[in-house]
């Protein structure tokens, strides 16, 4: 009787490992960000476009991500190498943190990246066609304020909004690469660069 028993035992052990390991291997089902309500404590596959991240206190990254039903929130451990623009695969987990869901990220793919690196006189000479999109620009500092900064190369310059200025070790006359948004302020008629990540080049 003992020995059926711890022979059961060994079938039911050995099916759970068996399950889980198959598990691993299968994907989940692709999930809306608008139905993260009806998956919360389950393991979903979202795809969609980054159009914010922030770093908290702890080096980890928050993203917010779209797709056509809507927004959510990424928490990934750990800075990504992932921008603003680019178009991610996130599989994770669905929790609540302080009342609000949000994919606990096991896994980020880059699908898409669209960035377009560009030189400053070419934002100049075209700027409809960069309008709304996301660049990639480099430049030597001219100006340098707490909430902005202003960028030149050969004669064209560039202002840049980047709230992170101060935790940047940016000083005037370095030069720097940046990635960020390309758009048009009608206060003030003029072109500017809300910047996403930025850079120095020793």
């Known amino acids: 009787m003992m020995r059926r028993v711890e022979i059961s035992t060994i079938f039911a052990v050995s099916g759970l490992v068996l399950l889980f390991i198959l598990s691993s291997f299968v994907s989940p089902e692709k999930t809306y960000l608008e139905d993260l309500e009806k998956h919360e404590g389950d393991v979903v596959l979202a795809e969609g476009t980054i159009v914010d991240i922030d770093i908290t206190s702890g080096g980890n990254t928050i993203m917010t ?18 921008f603003v623009g680019d178009r991610v695969e996130v ?10 869901l949000e994919i606990v990220a096991d896994k980020i793919s880059k699908l898409e990246s669209r960035v377009v690196e560009v030189k400053i006189w070419q934002l100049a000479k075209n700027p409809k066609k960069y309008l709304n999109s996301y660049v990639n620009v480099s430049g030597y500092v001219r100006k340098l304020e707490e909430d902005f900064m202003e960028i030149e190369d050969n004669d064209h310059r560039i202002r840049v909004t980047d709230p992170l200025i101060g935790n940047r070790n940016i000083s005037k006359g370095d030069k720097i690469w940046l990635k960020g948004k390309f758009l048009y302020n009608p206060n003030k008629l003029s072109y500017y660069i809300l910047s996403v990540e930025v850079e120095r080049i020793d």
């Open 91 to 100: 599989v994770g987990r669905v929790q609540r943190y302080r009342e609000e």
């Open 65 to 82: 991500l779209v797709d056509e039903s809507g927004e959510g929130k990424i928490f990934a451990y750990g800075e990504k190498d992932v």
